[in-house]
Antibody, heavy 125, light 106 residues
């Protein structure tokens, strides 16, 4: 059974830092890209960052330069280091497994098939 | 940019509902997916590749469309279907979600 479990949320002051962790199981972790998606209270979904199976990283413009994503394939974990946090970063942060890379000759279909329950990050003084 | 309409729909169980997702420029169907989210729950993948139902999704859910206009259709609303529905697109190494359509009980 595929499982994705986030940890590390909490209350942090503006300008502070926080690290989120995502533990995955039930699939060959090193074969898949992973993403973080956030949802501010009562709002929609916003993609934050992604990391390919090989470690290439991608960021939304809203967090580039402040957040850093990394992964440890030996531990099946993804980390999101968040620095210089702002009130507008307050949200539930979901870790999500991305769709598989395609076989040779096929095109990739893009979707998130498994999501964690989320970790709440509150940025407030 | 993805636009979803309407923002909220008030419907009764048994009704047919069509939700719209419009992209600001033509996108590949391979990159278009739909999710359902109920209050306090994690988003659930419904449709990917614009029209392929995800594992375990009932056949009353269907997706269609191409280019800039995509549709999620629920043939007969059941009580469990009242939720928010998001469309999603991938392009230029980033992911985008629509603002969502809330389907509420009339």
């Amino acid at each position: 059974e595929v499982q994705v479990v986030e940890s590390g949320g909490g209350l942090v002051q503006p300008g502070g830092s926080l690290s989120l962790s995502c533990a995955a199981s039930g699939f060959i972790f090193s074969n898949f890209a992973m993403s973080w998606v956030r949802q501010a209270p009562g709002k929609g979904l916003e993609w934050v960052s992604a990391i390919s199976n090989g470690g290439r990283t991608y960021y939304a413009e809203s967090v580039r330069g402040r957040f850093s994503i990394s992964r440890d394939n030996s531990k099946s974990t993804v980390l999101l280091q968040m620095n210089s946090l702002r009130a507008e970063d307050t949200a539930t942060y979901y870790c999500a497994k991305e769709s598989p890379y395609p076989s040779r000759g096929s095109s990739r279909l893009y979707y998130f098939d498994y999501w964690g329950r989320g970790a709440l990050v509150t940025v407030s003084s | 940019v993805l636009t979803q309409s309407p923002g909220t729909l008030s419907l009764s169980p048994g009704e047919r509902v069509t939700l719209s997702c419009r992209a600001s420029q033509s996108v590949s169907s391979n990159s278009l997916a739909w999710y359902q989210q109920k209050p306090g729950q994690t988003p659930r993948l419904l449709i990917y590749g614009a029209s392929i139902r995800a594992t375990g999704i009932p056949d009353r859910f269907s997706g269609s469309g191409s280019g800039t206009d995509f549709t999620l259709t629920l043939s007969r609303l059941e009580p469990d279907d009242f939720a928010v529905y998001f469309c999603q697109h991938y392009g230029d190494s980033s992911w985008t979600f629509g603002p969502g359509t809330k389907v509420e009980i009339k």
